[in-house]
């Protein structure tokens, strides 16, 4: 599976299915705790994301696997 | 390959190999033309990080696969 089709899913084969959205992945692979910051350091990306884009509605992920946290988030534009 | 594989390579099976590092991975999906402001909002969004953290290394990448632009940020941690 490629990057993209990690980040999107499975590939789509129509052009037409496409749609206008950001996907941020925010991965942290961590040598010993995690990152206290990380909720305020979401927050305040997503201000930046606000700040340039109309979105319409956002989703967030969290997914952690062994010493890797990872948060995604897809912000759907309008 | 999982999406923690395809943040960081190929799954390392010894922990000690552990890094402080933060993957940032920006993904737009579009249905027709790509984001303007997306030079900025990447210099935004990197500020917040360096806000947050104390950056020792960035290394960016950039691919491209039909309509999906993909943005990469491997910020390692001092």
Known sequence: MSLFESLFG???TSASVARDRLKLVLAH??????????EEMKTDILEVIK????VKD????????QNI??????????
């Open 29 to 38: 692979e961590r040598a010993s705790n995690a990152l206290p910051y990380m």
């Open 51 to 54: 700040k340039y884009t109309k």
């Open 58 to 65: 956002i989703h967030f992920t969290t997914q952690n696997n």
């Open 10 to 12: 499975k590939k789509e």
């Open 69 to 78: 946290d990872v948060l995604e988030m897809e912000i759907i534009l309008k």
